[in-house]
């Protein structure tokens, strides 16, 4: 088993361009998603989670809600909040 840094939403807030790092949260989890974003299918689309929650983007773009799209994102994982 792999544990992970435990990090505040606030340091996870300072990464929120491609210079700085490209996180995002999902329940519970942070995610380093700096390499994907120029193979998101979605385009720049996905910079609008820069920083915070995928929760509401992904409750609207309901295309994330398949196994295929939580594996690309487990790859990212580097920590907890
Ligand atoms: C499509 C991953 C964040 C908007 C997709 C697809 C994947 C993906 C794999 C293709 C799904 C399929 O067709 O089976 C991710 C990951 C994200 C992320 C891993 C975060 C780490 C976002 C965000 C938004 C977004 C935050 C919007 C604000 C879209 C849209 C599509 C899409 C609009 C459809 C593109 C199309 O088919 O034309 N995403 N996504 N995504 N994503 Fe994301």
């Given at each position: 088993a792999h544990s992970f840094p435990i990090y505040t939403q606030e340091e996870v807030t300072k990464h929120r361009t491609l210079a700085d790092g490209v996180w995002v949260t999902y329940k519970g989890g942070v995610y380093d998603i700096t390499d994907f974003v120029a193979m998101h299918?979605?385009?720049?689309?996905?910079?609008?989670a820069a920083g915070g929650a995928l929760e509401p983007f992904w409750a609207l773009y309901a295309?994330?809600?398949?196994d295929h799209v939580l594996e690309i994102l487990s790859e990212y994982k580097v920590g907890e909040l």
């Open positions: 299918p979605g385009g720049n689309k996905i910079m609008l295309v994330h809600g398949q």
